[in-house]
C-alpha cells in the first residue's frame, strides 16, 4: 500500500539550530513529492515540491529538500529555524492520490 | 475567489444528526478533492472530482458519507447519521490540473466537526 511516514512526532529546536525531518514513502514507481507546512490557525502551504529533475530543491522561508531514490526519502531541511517556523510539517507522495504522512510538530523556542 | 473557502468553519452536531460541509474551490480550478484530518494526523484522503464527476470516492469511509460537485464548481460533503468517529476537520483542496497525480494542492482552512 502506499504510505508516507515521518519520522519526528515533536521536534524542539532553539532559534538558529539546523533542522531536519524525515520523511519517507513506500511507491514503487515515479512520485511526486511535497511538503506542506500548517502554521498555527491556518491552512495548508506549500513549502516546496519535487518532480523531476535536480534532486535538491528550494522552497520558500529558506526551506529544502533533498530527493534521495535508493533511500525512498524526502528529507526537508532548514540551516538556521526561526520562532516564525513554529507549526505542523507535512510530507506528501502522489502515485495516484496525495498522501500525507501524520505530520511533525515543530516548536521553536525563541 | 482568491482561496478555497469552506464553510461552516466549525459545526457541532448531536450524534445521529447529518451534517453538510461546504467547498468553494479556487475559480477554474478543474480538481477537487476532499481529505479527513483527525487530532494529531495527517490528512486522508476521502474523494476526488474532475468537474463535475466523482472520479474516486475509494476514501470515504462509509456509506454515510457523500459528496457530490453538480456544476463542476462548489462541492458539498454530507455526512449522514453523524457518530462520534466523524470528529475530525474535513479540508477541502483544488487543483488546476486535470488529474489526481499532478500539481499543486491549494487547501482551504477546513472545516471542524465535532460529533458529541
Known amino acids: 500500500a502506499q504510505s508516507v511516514s515521518q519520522h519526528n512526532h515533536h521536534v524542539i529546536l532553539s532559534e538558529a539550530a539546523s533542522l531536519e525531518l524525515g520523511c519517507n514513502y513506500s511507491?514503487?514507481?515515479?512520485?511526486?513529492l511535497f511538503w506542506y507546512v500548517q502554521y498555527p490557525g491556518q491552512h495548508l502551504q506549500l513549502l516546496l515540491k519535487?518532480?523531476?529533475?535536480?534532486?535538491l530543491v528550494k522552497g520558500i522561508k529558506g526551506f529544502e529538500a533533498e530527493f534521495i531514490k535508493s533511500k525512498f526519502s524526502f528529507n526537508l531541511r532548514k540551516p538556521s529555524v526561526q520562532w516564525s517556523d513554529t507549526a505542523e510539517y507535512f510530507c506528501?507522495?502522489?502515485?495516484?492520490?496525495?498522501?500525507f504522512g501524520a505530520g511533525t510538530r515543530l516548536t521553536v523556542k525563541p | 475567489g482568491a482561496g478555497v473557502s469552506q464553510s461552516p468553519r466549525y459545526k457541532v452536531a448531536k450524534r445521529g444528526q447529518d451534517v453538510a460541509l461546504r467547498c468553494d474551490p479556487i475559480?477554474?480550478?478543474?480538481?477537487l478533492f476532499w481529505y479527513q484530518q483527525a487530532l494529531g494526523q495527517g490528512p486522508e484522503f476521502l474523494t476526488y472530482?474532475?468537474?463535475?464527476?466523482?472520479?474516486?470516492k475509494s476514501g470515504l469511509p462509509s456509506d454515510r458519507f457523500f459528496a457530490e460537485r453538480p456544476e463542476g464548481s462548489v462541492s458539498t460533503l454530507k455526512i449522514q447519521r453523524t457518530q462520534q468517529e466523524d470528529s475530525a476537520v474535513y479540508l477541502c483542496?483544488?487543483?488546476?490540473?486535470?488529474?489526481?497525480?499532478?500539481?499543486?494542492?491549494?487547501f482551504g482552512e477546513g472545516s471542524r466537526l465535532t460529533v458529541l
Open positions: 483542496a483544488s487543483s488546476l490540473r486535470v488529474g489526481r497525480g499532478t500539481g499543486e494542492l491549494f
Open positions: 511507491y514503487g514507481g515515479t512520485v511526486n
Open positions: 519535487y518532480f523531476s529533475g535536480d534532486p
Open positions: 472530482f474532475q468537474n463535475e464527476a466523482q472520479l474516486d
Open positions: 506528501a507522495a502522489i502515485e495516484n492520490d496525495m498522501r
Open positions: 475559480s477554474g480550478h478543474v480538481s
